[in-house]
């Protein structure tokens, strides 16, 4: 299937260059997926928001682990987000998308990452490392810092 | 803040009728939301999907209880969507989504529930049940049958 | 089709509660869907934006007619969402929605609304008028105040 | 504000490589868009609704281009989606979607793709077209074959 797949792609295109795209696809998917979700400043919905999402990214190609942290949101105005009463709660905006996605295509593997970044009040997609393996590759055990 | 939201509305509205449109409200809200979701054929995954879901809709006004189930996919075409290969996965689709709402608003108890229904070929918003209370409420431990 | 429906109902709802619940679904699926598009601040970005999601809710039952609106965003931090560099756009968040929809059951007409309001921190979604008629229903060409 | 972004790039990327990740972020953002739009059998409905959809698209960075056509969805079952009765709609899925997106970042345009492929059945993403230019880029006035 996946040499199958590989026949549409403009014939330039090497394994390298085919891990990035792959990761630009699930970056851009997690995003999109929790941007809007109804939250509140419970750790324990946060929590179990971003495990619902990274389950469904996990059944994507080529993803080998999903880490993702959904940031308890700014308070705005006159709410705190903790239900204090019914309309007491948020949604998921940029600002509160923190993840890192490892995918493998062929031997490339590359670190995604989903930031809010200050200095260009924008949530970054970007490639913070990509890494090239001889052999079988053992998903990392570290986790964002 | 409930009172002061009440004045929105047409006057003749009763507390009964505002429950049930609170019911429409969050099971749209949770059918919205599970759409498009990708999914494997795999129980935990379905399970941790549906979680996230529903921490999310629980942050939402008048919300008791929510029940939530997506259905292993039908499989169609070549593909058993268990991951056999990168590309063997689906999406959340009308079909999958099994829903059971509880919304109390003032002494109103709104069982409302999302169901696919085959004699529609649609996925049918409904209200199930319609309870009044006298005292305290305690959510139910009844799960959907 | 409407009537095969009606039997999962609870008996008790009558033809003016289920407009209700009708009016509820829609402003929660027009509301869901519209959070997080991408947009910049221009005009026809947003009409452009917004008519789509119109185009969609239409398409749903018992929609008479759609009205939504998604007003220029709150600039914030150093973007004025006008597309100055690449970043420079942002993503539809509850208070830039306004909407209403018009839902016709039976003889029952709602106008149903999405607006943020101020005073609630909220994107409160509300039923702002009920009324009945007797004969077919001509759709208002009354838009938004 | 582009080049304040590069620096949280692994440093071994380069620009083809570059383009190729927005890509990938861009075909996915339409992709989880459109999945899931309420959708009738009806030319103007499905243009309309692609069209906000590419409005939107047309805001992220690097954007140069967007095509995208939904296709009368297959019907299935009881129903042929065209509004004969209340329920008779559906969905967007991936089946639906055909999408083509011009990047450009730096002298790199790159054609990425969103198709149907029956002999996958998955709704592939890939890159059609790398190109590389001297000059100032004019977009391309080609439409999808």
């Given at each position: 299937?996946?040499?199958?797949?590989?026949?549409?792609?403009?014939?330039?295109?090497?394994?390298?260059?085919?891990?990035?795209?792959?990761?630009?696809?699930?970056?851009a998917?997690?995003?999109q997926?929790?941007l809007?979700?109804?939250?509140?400043?419970?750790q324990?919905?946060?929590?179990?928001?971003?495990?619902?999402?990274?389950?469904?990214?996990?059944?994507q190609p080529?993803?080998?682990?999903?880490?993702?942290?959904?940031?308890?949101?700014?308070?705005t105005?006159?709410?705190k987000f903790?239900?204090e009463?019914?309309?007491?709660?948020t949604?998921?905006?940029?600002?509160?998308?923190?993840?890192?996605i490892e995918i493998?295509?062929?031997?490339?593997i590359?670190?995604?990452?989903?930031?809010?970044?200050?200095?260009?009040?924008?949530?970054?997609?970007?490639?913070?490392?990509?890494?090239?393996?001889?052999?079988?590759?053992?998903?990392?055990?570290?986790?964002?810092?």
């Amino acid at each position: 299937m996946e040499k199958l797949a590989e026949d549409y792609f403009d014939k330039s295109i090497n394994a390298r260059e085919h891990a990035i795209f792959e990761t630009g696809i699930k970056l851009a998917t997690l995003f999109q997926m929790a941007l809007g979700h109804p939250i509140k400043n419970m750790q324990s919905t946060l929590v179990r928001v971003a495990d619902g999402i990274k389950a469904s990214i996990e059944c994507q190609p080529f993803v080998k682990s999903v880490d993702f942290i959904i940031k308890k949101p700014n308070t705005t105005g006159s709410q705190k987000f903790d239900k204090e009463n019914e309309f007491d709660y948020t949604f998921v905006t940029g600002q509160d998308i923190r993840a890192q996605i490892e995918i493998q295509y062929e031997k490339w593997i590359m670190i995604g990452c989903i930031e809010w970044i200050s200095d260009l009040d924008y949530p970054l997609m970007y490639i913070k490392e990509i890494n090239q393996i001889e052999k079988r590759y053992e998903p990392s055990d570290e986790k964002m810092d």
